[in-house]
Nanobody, 119 residues
Framework: VQLQASGGGLVQAGGSLRLSCAASGSIFSINDMVWYRQAPGKQRELVAAITIVGSANYADSVKGRFTISRDSAKSTVYLQMNSLKPEDTAVYYC??????????????WGKGTQVTVSS
């Protein structure tokens, strides 16, 4: 069982990126799915979260620019990032509570994906 994040890269300010995070393994359900980020020298912070029924919430710093969504059939959460700013530069991590066959609910972190926004 794992979460695999992808989609990071280098983009100019004002540009867009779309991050994906797919859960794989013996999973029969996924609760909240969350994106965090951690910039150099800073604490990890919540960026956006989406519940199992699709309700989303965002950090104030990304409201109106980022959109979180999920595809339950693909066990995947997305983060569409528009109007990127240099201060969005960070390693982005996905996190989710996964219901694992034979184990129950467990919290997983994906490996981070680097997002770099140049000015």
């Amino acid at each position: 069982v794992q979460l695999q994040a992808s989609g990071g890269g280098l983009v100019q300010a004002g540009g867009s990126l779309r991050l994906s995070c797919a859960a794989s393994g013996s999973i029969f359900s996924i609760n909240d799915m969350v994106w965090y980020r951690q910039a150099p020298g800073k604490q990890r912070e919540l960026v956006a979260a989406i519940t199992i029924v699709g309700s989303a919430n965002y950090a104030d710093s990304v409201k109106g620019r980022f959109t979180i969504s999920r595809d339950s059939a693909k066990s995947t959460v997305y983060l569409q990032m528009n109007s990127l700013k240099p201060e969005d530069t960070a390693v982005y991590y996905c996190n989710a509570d996964l219901w694992v066959v034979g184990t129950g609910k467990m919290n997983y972190w994906g490996k981070g994906t680097q997002v770099t926004v140049s000015s």
